[in-house]
C-alpha cells in the first residue's frame, strides 16, 4: 500500500522560508515522478514542482520559480519543497504526488498523471 506523509506545514511571515517533507513508503520511491501540488480554498488544486528521477530535472510553476525548490533524498525515501519569500498568495494546503508510471510526461503538472497523494499539510503566509 503507498502511503505519502506530508509534514513541515505552519505559518510564516511574508518574506519568511519554510521546508516540506514528503515521507514515501510502499512504491519504488527512486525511480517514482513525484511533485507538489498546492490548493487554496475555493480555488482547483494547482501545480507547483516536479521532479524527474532519471535525469533529475525539475520543474516549476511560473509562481514559485526562483524562490521554491524541488528535491528529494532517495536513502530516507523523502520528497522536501524548500519555500522562500513567501507570501500571504502562497498560502494552501500543500499535497505530495506520486506517479505508477516511470516514463517521462510532458503533463507532469497535469494532477490526473499522478496516481497517488499524501493528506496534505496547511501552509499560511501572512502579511
Known amino acids: 500500500q503507498v502511503q505519502l506523509v506530508e509534514s513541515g506545514g505552519g505559518v510564516v511571515q511574508a518574506g519568511g522560508s519554510l521546508t516540506l517533507s514528503c515521507a514515501a513508503s510502499g512504491l519504488s520511491f527512486s525511480s517514482s515522478k513525484m511533485a507538489w501540488f498546492r490548493q487554496a480554498p475555493g480555488t482547483e488544486r494547482e501545480f507547483v514542482a516536479a521532479?524527474?528521477?532519471?535525469?533529475?530535472?525539475?520543474y516549476y510553476a511560473d509562481s514559485v520559480k526562483g524562490r521554491f525548490t524541488i528535491s528529494r533524498d532517495n536513502a530516507k525515501r523523502s520528497l522536501y519543497l524548500q519555500m522562500s519569500s513567501l507570501t500571504p498568495e502562497d498560502t494552501a494546503v500543500y499535497y505530495c504526488a506520486a506517479s505508477s508510471t516511470t516514463a517521462f510526461s510532458r503533463n507532469y503538472f497535469r494532477p490526473e498523471r499522478y496516481d497517488y497523494w499524501g493528506q496534505g499539510t496547511q501552509v499560511t503566509g501572512s502579511a
Open positions: 521532479e524527474y528521477w532519471l535525469t533529475s530535472s525539475t
